[in-house]
């Protein structure tokens, strides 16, 4: 069963106009949910993260929405530039504290055209 | 910032053998590091907990005993898989959670591709 869903293998935009990636999740135990960036062959790269007691958090040109009662969470890129072309992955945590374990969804491609 | 690394990058061997994996953070100490397995175009599964100084939590589904995994200092845990087959052949990911954080943000190591013939 997934608990962290991302229902579009692939998203492609042009270059300077927005990016927004999706994801639900089905644990309402998650109270930790991140982002992640990835190139094949290499390990993820932590973007941006948000705690379930906010609802936005904003880094720059990343921002990510998490909407609670409907568990789900999105993160917009703007503008969104050709070195973005990766693969995104959401990922969540539940309990804080000292529970680390992260579950992830199967990842978005994101191919931004110049 | 953290760095984790791992060796090797990348390894070829024959079923049957047994292949270590080395995950190692180069500039914090980790209290905590992950095994991850990905498979093509799936998301990364977790495989195990390896906490510094005790044994590792495996997931569920996850054979202990194929995958040893030792955590023994703050800096480097390994991976053994042991009796390797085909089906093992998978992109292995270490991740470090430093003994210092007081978020769930992990640092992930660049992966080992692993091909067993």
């Known amino acids: 069963d997934q608990q962290v869903k991302q229902n579009s293998p692939s998203l492609s935009v042009q270059e300077g106009r927005i990016s927004i990636l999706n994801c639900d999740y089905t644990?309402?135990?998650?109270?930790?949910f991140l982002w992640y960036k990835k190139y094949p062959a290499e390990g993820p790269t932590f973007l941006i993260s948000i705690s379930s007691i906010k609802d936005k958090n904003e880094d720059g040109r990343f921002t990510v929405f998490l909407n609670k009662s409907a568990k789900h969470l999105s993160l917009h890129i703007v503008p969104s530039q050709p070195g973005d072309s990766a693969v995104y992955f959401c990922a969540a945590s539940g309990s804080g504290g000292s529970n680390y374990k992260l579950t992830f969804g199967k990842g978005t491609l994101l191919t931004v055209n110049p | 910032g953290a760095v984790v690394s791992q060796h090797p990058s990348r390894v070829i061997c024959k079923s049957g053998t047994s292949v270590k994996i080395e995950c190692r953070s180069l500039d914090f100490q980790a209290t905590t590091m992950f095994w991850y397995r990905q498979f093509p175009k799936q998301s990364l599964m977790l495989m195990a907990t390896s906490n510094e100084g005790s044994k590792a939590t495996y997931e569920q589904g996850v054979e202990k005993d194929k995958f040893l995994i030792n955590h023994a200092s703050l800096t480097l845990s390994t991976l053994t898989v042991t009796s390797a087959h085909p089906e093992d052949s998978s992109f292995y990911i270490c991740?470090?959670?430093?003994?210092?954080?007081?978020?769930?943000?992990?640092?992930f190591g660049p992966g080992t591709r692993l091909t067993v013939l």
């Open positions: 991740s470090a959670v430093s003994s210092g954080a007081w978020d769930n943000e992990q640092f």
């Open positions: 644990n309402s135990m998650f109270d930790y």
